[in-house]
Nanobody, 124 residues
Framework: QVQLVESGGGLVQAGGSLRLSCAASARTFSPYAMGWFRQAPGREREFVASISWVGGGTSYADSVKGRFSISRDNAKKTVYLQMSSLKPEDTAVYYC?????????????????WGQGTQVTVSS
């Protein structure tokens, strides 16, 4: 069993920055990848970014490339999402997710554990 707890959300003006954190607790923690997804009101949950836990390879949604950066601290079992140049359309609940096995990292159905989410609101 893996528990994920996100933090770092909040209210920020357009153009501002936020850093989200996701801390994992588990007796053994060895995911294939960790990901960030987001869900805006009335919309489906969508992929934002992912990172390979061992190799550190990353993947980003086109909408956040060049503005968001995902990283991880293996020793702390924590994954981060640095968000810069935020736009009102980035407003959503952001979820951290754990993917146990090898495969596509951009699809939410590939992930087996989820955090409770943290709200990010970007004002114009």
């Amino acid at each position: 069993q893996v528990q994920l707890v996100e933090s770092g959300g909040g209210l920020v003006q357009a153009g501002g920055s936020l850093r989200l954190s996701c801390a994992a607790s588990a007796r053994t923690f060895s995911p294939y990848a960790m990901g960030w997804f987001r869900q805006a009101p009335g919309r489906e949950r969508e992929f934002v970014a992912s990172i390979s836990w061992v190799g550190g390879g990353t993947s980003y949604a086109d909408s956040v490339k060049g503005r968001f950066s995902i990283s991880r601290d293996n020793a702390k079992k924590t994954v981060y999402l640095q968000m810069s140049s935020l736009k009102p359309e980035d407003t959503a609940v952001y979820y951290c997710a754990h993917k146990r096995s090898f495969g596509i990292t951009t699809m939410r159905g590939e992930y087996d554990y989820w955090g409770q989410g943290t709200q990010v609101t970007v004002s114009s």
